[in-house]
């Protein structure tokens, strides 16, 4: 079993904190229909962007298996594929899809990832919670490149091929701007953050495209994202789905839980036919 890698503070740690969280999140959370086959969330934690991050998993159809796609990966790394049989989540665990998992093996370059990372692994309790603890999942990072397109296609060839509802969960955080992060083009104040949410909106119109190159070079070349793989990977098995509706369920800043010179946008989109 992969067990909790993060520390406390990156998202809770029993199954009722879980709860009552997503609780306080519905009085503010907007109705979207479950019709989504891939979504696009953001990373950050709970704290600063899990009420987002929730309603990307909301509007998910009602799969029979979950992948998410994380990153933290540059162009020219291998895939990062979570090997085990488990992966331990608030009140329990996810069986992962050995099937799936196999497959991929089988198509993609890929080798075992045993690090911590929050790409991934703060959006296991949000699928515990949104499909119950039997669902089968895998967790993946992908890195910034074709993989991720080619990725996205294969899963689309499996879930036809085996006529499972397979949802994919491309998690990603949108700029990163600030001292914090070494990257300034605008410098600071008002200027920087109107810079920065005009850089978020070319990765957001790319996803609404779902136009996976677009999503890489964004990420890549503009610093619009921090693991557009993962984007890329969720609009391009939307794509190879014939999916035809692509919505912006929700978009803000860290500023608006901690106003501070560095800052990351968040972004929460749904594909659906």
């Excluded at 895939?79 to 331990?88: H, M, N, R, V």
């Excluded at 497959?103 to 990372?117: N, W």
């Excluded at 860290?254 to 010179?261: E, F, G, I, N, V």
Aim: proline fraction near 5%; charge should be negative; hydrophobic fraction near 40%.
């Amino acid at each position: 079993m992969r067990k909790r890698l993060l520390p406390s503070g990156w998202y809770p740690s029993t199954a009722s904190e879980v709860q009552e969280t997503l609780d306080e999140w519905k009085q503010d959370s907007k109705s979207h229909p479950q019709t989504a086959c891939a979504a696009i969330a953001p990373h950050a934690g709970w704290y600063f962007s899990g009420k987002l991050a929730w309603q990307s998993w909301l509007s998910a159809f009602n799969a029979d298996c979950v992948v998410v796609a994380g990153g933290h990966l540059g162009a020219g790394n291998p895939i990062l594929l979570y090997d085990d049989t488990e992966y331990a989540v608030p009140g329990g665990a996810l069986p992962v899809c050995r099937d799936l998992v196999d497959a991929i093996r089988m198509h993609c370059t890929v080798r075992p990832d045993h690090s911590a990372d929050n790409t991934v692994e703060i959006q296991f309790p949000f699928c515990a919670f949104r499909f119950g603890y039997s669902i089968p999942v895998v967790g993946i990072r992908v890195p910034e490149d074709e993989q991720a397109i080619a990725l996205g296609k294969l899963l689309a060839d499996w879930s036809t091929m085996y006529a499972v509802q397979l949802f994919v969960l491309g998690s990603t955080d949108l700029t990163h701007y600030g001292p914090n992060y070494g990257f300034m083009p605008a410098g600071t104040g008002k200027q920087a953050e109107i810079w920065a949410a005009n850089n978020d909106k070319q990765f957001i119109d790319a996803c609404l495209a779902l136009d996976a190159q677009a999503i890489l070079h964004a990420g890549r070349d503009l610093q619009a994202a921090c693991s557009s793989g993962g984007a890329a990977c969720a609009a391009s098995y939307a794509k190879a789905l014939k999916a035809s509706h692509a919505e912006l369920l929700a978009y803000e800043t860290s500023l608006a839980k901690h106003y501070d010179s560095s800052f990351v946008g968040y972004a929460s989109i749904a594909f659906s036919s």
